[in-house]
């Protein structure tokens, strides 16, 4: 049985910005029978991003919540540090991909020299390109102690993070992180927003950016990745604000000595049967059925 698919053109119409995902005929080799049909693949484009004009970095990554992206980016590089500091911004779809133009609201001293990026960033890596050694293991802003969590709503948000993942449904071939509110007033704690991308790094860019756009304090909950933990994910973290990084997969050496120096609670291995916590794990709590304590509610401890 043959399934149709036509495929798509090879450049989206002047303008418009690529689909997040398109249709691939393909070959199938079930049980050594060969069958031809189709089936939904992520888009990858390439996506410079610029700032007053100046060329900054081109990264690839899935077309979608672009100005989440260039806004979460921005911060988590260091370039800023709040959307205050952005005077306009505007997207320029090319034959090649998408310009991100951005317009400072004032000059950012030497943070944007010593961070700029010379070369494409592939989607695997959120440090490519940078010219020093030094920039890539930067000192990062540690996170205050005063946040904590009860274990079962780490769980919780780990498996609603697979809820809020359209994009992943599709393909199965795009990361997500998602940003999981403390609950106030008796109310349970939530998943507030979730960016996808091919790449992890920029996913969470795209978090950071949605969180900023819509008001939302980061740190006041968890950050929730459905992959693995590199350095430049904690680094990205870090400069958020957040407390707590949970991740489904392992982290690295460098990522655990990341987070442990920036004073984030890193959660990964997250699970059905558990999750193993690498650093700061006091913020970490039992959870407890009594009046005193509401499941999911940020504390303050001393």
């Known amino acids: 049985m043959t399934d149709r698919v036509t495929p798509l053109p090879q450049s989206p119409p002047p303008g418009a910005l690529p689909d997040a995902s398109r249709p691939a005929t393909r070959v199938a080799w079930r049980d050594g029978i060969p069958v031809e049909g189709g089936r939904v693949v992520a888009e990858e484009t390439a996506v410079a991003i610029s700032y007053d004009s100046a060329a900054y970095a081109v990264l690839m990554a899935t077309p979608r919540d672009l100005e989440d992206f260039a806004l979460g980016f921005s911060v988590t590089e260091g370039i800023i540090a709040s959307r205050d500091d952005i005077a306009d911004l505007d997207l320029v779809v090319v034959p090649e991909g998408v310009n991100v133009r951005l317009w400072l609201a004032k000059t950012p001293g030497d943070a944007l020299e010593r961070r700029r990026r ?18 890539a293991t930067r000192a990062l802003p540690v996170v205050p102690p005063g946040f ?17 993942q359209p994009l992943f449904e599709e393909t199965r071939a795009v990361h997500a992180a998602g940003f999981w509110l403390a609950g106030r007033a008796g109310q349970p704690g939530r998943i507030v927003a979730v960016r996808e991308d091919v790449g992890r790094h920029n996913a969470l860019d795209k978090l950071a950016g949605a969180l900023i756009r819509g008001g939302v304090d980061a740190t006041a909950g968890m950050v929730v990745m459905s992959s693995r933990v590199s350095v430049e994910l904690v680094q990205k973290a870090a400069a958020m604000g957040v407390p707590v990084l949970v991740a489904v997969s392992a982290p690295s050496a460098l990522a655990i000595r990341t987070a442990e120096a920036a004073g984030i609670t890193l959660v990964a291995v997250a699970r059905r049967d558990g999750f193993e916590v690498f650093t700061h794990p006091g913020r970490i709590v039992p959870a407890r059925n009594d009046d005193s304590v509401q499941q999911g509610k940020a504390r303050h401890v001393a």
């Not at 010379?118 to 920039?135: D, Y």
Request: with cysteine.
């Open 148 to 164: 904590t969590v009860d274990a079962d709503q780490v769980a919780a948000a780990r498996d609603d993070l697979a809820n809020h």
């Open 118 to 135: 010379r070369l494409a960033g592939p989607m695997g890596c959120g440090l490519c390109g940078l010219e020093s050694l030094a920039e």
